[in-house]
T-cell receptor, first 116, second 113 residues
Framework: DTGVSQDPRHKITKRGQNVTFRCDPI?????LYWYRQTLGQGPEFLTY????????KSRLLSDRFSAERPKGSFSTLEIQRTEQGDSAMYLC??????????????FGSGTQLSVL | KQEVTQIPAALSVPEGENLVLNCSFT??????LQWFRQDPGKGLTSLLL?????REQTSGRLNASLDKSSGRSTLYIAASQPGDSATYLC????????????FGTGTSLTVIP
């Protein structure tokens, strides 16, 4: 399978717990994005990597959120001290650099987080 | 900040009808525009990508147009089928402090058999 893979598909946690999600992008894609989506809304940008460098992080993102992409391959998104407002679908996407012939954004199936 | 709007929010049509979905954006300084399809509880699938220098792209029964100067794009679906039922989102790629994609809230399409 050469698509974007996310794990787990679903996560239920209690408020105050830490959670970590993993994303494996398409192998030749050097750009990786994390988005958050709630029901009836479009994806909201969280952070962006080019290779292993985190180039941008949403100004709206709490310090409880952190992401890494060691060696420019897979990425992890950690949420510390989860709150009920963190409940959402967390989407990972990857793409080739801009101005390439096929720079479409490819999404994984997402991780649905429920904070009780 | 770029804002992307999609109208209508929901659309219901009988099978076989042709339809148009609309997307507008506030800042014309974009790299490209993509149309996505999203099925319930799933990730997004890219349907068409239009570069900022292009006017339209076609794939099968889908045709997307881009008028960058007016900040508008349309997605035309010909001969709609029940399998086309999904939410359709548009997104523009811009340069902020890094490449970012800004998404609309989507149009929920139902095709009635």
């Amino acid at each position: 399978d050469t698509g974007v893979s996310q794990d787990p598909r679903h996560k239920i946690t209690k408020r105050g717990q830490n959670v970590t999600f993993r994303c494996d992008p398409i192998s030749e894609h050097n750009r990786l994005y994390w988005y958050r989506q709630t029901l009836g809304q479009g994806p909201e940008f969280l952070t962006y990597f080019q290779n292993e460098a985190q180039l941008e992080k949403s100004r709206l993102l709490s310090d409880r959120f952190s992401a890494e992409r060691p060696k420019g391959s897979f990425s992890t998104l950690e949420i510390q001290r989860t709150e009920q407002g963190d409940s959402a679908m967390y989407l990972c996407a990857s793409s080739l650099p801009p101005f390439r012939e096929n720079e479409k954004l490819f999404f994984g199936s997402g991780t649905q987080l429920s904070v009780l | 900040k770029q804002e992307v709007t999609q109208i209508p929010a929901a659309l219901s049509v009988p099978e076989g009808e042709n339809l148009v979905l609309n997307c507008s954006f506030t800042d014309s300084a974009i790299y490209n525009l993509q149309w996505f399809r999203q099925d319930p509880g799933k990730g997004l699938t890219s349907l068409l990508l239009i570069q900022s220098s292009q006017r339209e792209q076609t794939s099968g029964r889908l045709n997307a147009s881009l008028d960058k100067s007016s900040g508008r794009s349309t997605l035309y679906i010909a001969a709609s089928q029940p399998g086309d039922s999904a939410t359709y989102l548009c997104a523009v790629e811009v340069w902020d402090t890094g490449n970012q994609f800004y998404f609309g809230t989507g149009t929920s399409l139902t095709v009635i058999p």
